[in-house]
């Protein structure tokens, strides 16, 4: 039990007193673009399938999607998730505030706010306070249902917000970062604008900078939501359980590569600190090795790899 516990569990722990799960409620303005921004990448997304159809996609728009997608997808997981959520290591600043940076224009919320969510998910996971377990309806076909939806997607509907004091008080007291947070809506707003200027300057033309804007704008957001998305969703239902976790997170191998190494999440949820979320032979993880990269050239440093004796340790069946 104390083998799995999460340095940012025990900084959730209510040892300083109980404060509240949630801060307050979203205010109407927030809902709305939440709902905006949920709503018009995932339109641009069926709307992608005629388009798909012999027109108004180019090999610079696949390109452009393709380049964007990873860049704000491991902004999320190496920066939002690996690095700020759970410290599994240490990053010098320019590259603490680029991957802040990069992570904001996955449009999943700023950093802030993801880490608090993200923290109050292992702290509670799959129990009551858990902002997205499947699990919390029954285990019924029409309950299981309505969990996946709520695990999905159906969780950033609601309008508690979790308590930032309580969940992540490091950032908030991190001058960088309540920086990058703050710069949410601009980074929002480039994530769209960029593929747009860079498809129109390399074509020439504002169809290009349309269908740069379509592909690698809302159509990359929308596949990138429902990606990490699938975290939370399939990976808390169905997968291997090859560790000890309290909780039912497991790998899931299919989205592997999509997911840059996060399906590997039975693994993350029995050692939420380790850096590598693909521990075992043949599992593979991008942002491990975009993690190990950053090591050998000295930007990130105090990484916390998996060891061996630790691996047999977290796995089932060993005591
Ligand atoms: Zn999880
Ligand atoms: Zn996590």
Known sequence: MTTTLDKSEEQASPSDGPKPLFE????????????????????ALIAAVPLLWGWGLSWL?????????????????????????????????????MLAIMGSMAVQSPPITWVADHRRHHAFSDREGDPHSPWLFGTSPWALARGFWHAHMGWIFERDVTNKQRFAPDLMADKDIVRVNKLFVLFTVLTFLLPALIGGLATWSWWGALTAFFWAGFVRVAILHHVTWSTNSICHMIGERPFKSRDKAANFWPLAILSFGESWHNLHHADPTCARHGVQRGQIDTSARLIWIFEKFGWVYDVRWPTEQRLARLAVGKD
């Open 61 to 97: 728009d696949v390109g452009l999607a393709l380049f964007f997608f990873y860049f704000s997808g491991l902004g999320v997981t190496v920066g939002y998730h690996r690095l700020f959520t759970h410290n599994s290591f240490k990053a010098k600043r320019p590259m603490r505030i």
């Open 24 to 43: 307050g409620k979203r205010n109407l303005a927030t809902q709305i673009a939440v709902y905006m921004f949920i709503v018009l990448p995932f339109a």
